[in-house]
């Protein structure tokens, strides 16, 4: 699936379940994860979304382990199937295995 594709299904699936899915730039700070997601209650994840198959350039895997490390809940999403259990895990913690680690990635 495209990027832009699957951009628009996480942003229907957001606003369906009440919260704002920001488009997220940071001036000076490249490879930040694309969206911001944010639910009632302080219930907040990054996103970085990926055409299904491609895999997210070193700068990005660095901005999301820098976000991971400090508490961020950091989501790749690569498929739509995965939308409705991010979303979940944002709300409720049930399904922390979905979240960026970054282990993998020492040399970051």
Do not use: H
């Not at 994840?45 to 991971?68: D, V, W, Y």
């Not at 690569?78 to 680690?101: G, M, V």
């Amino acid at each position: 699936m495209l990027e832009k594709e699957l951009e628009a299904k996480l942003r229907d699936a957001v606003k369906q379940q009440g919260g704002r899915a920001y488009k997220f730039t940071s001036p000076g700070n490249t490879g930040v994860p694309d969206r911001l997601v944010v639910f009632p209650e302080n219930k907040i994840g990054f996103i970085e979304l990926k055409q299904t198959g491609k895999k997210p350039t070193k700068n990005q895997m660095l901005q999301m382990t820098r976000l991971a490390v400090m508490g961020c809940k950091v989501y790749l999403l690569d498929r739509s199937e995965d939308i409705k259990f991010i979303l979940e895990d944002i709300q409720t913690d049930l399904w922390p295995d979905y979240r960026w680690r970054g282990r993998e990635y020492d040399d970051l």
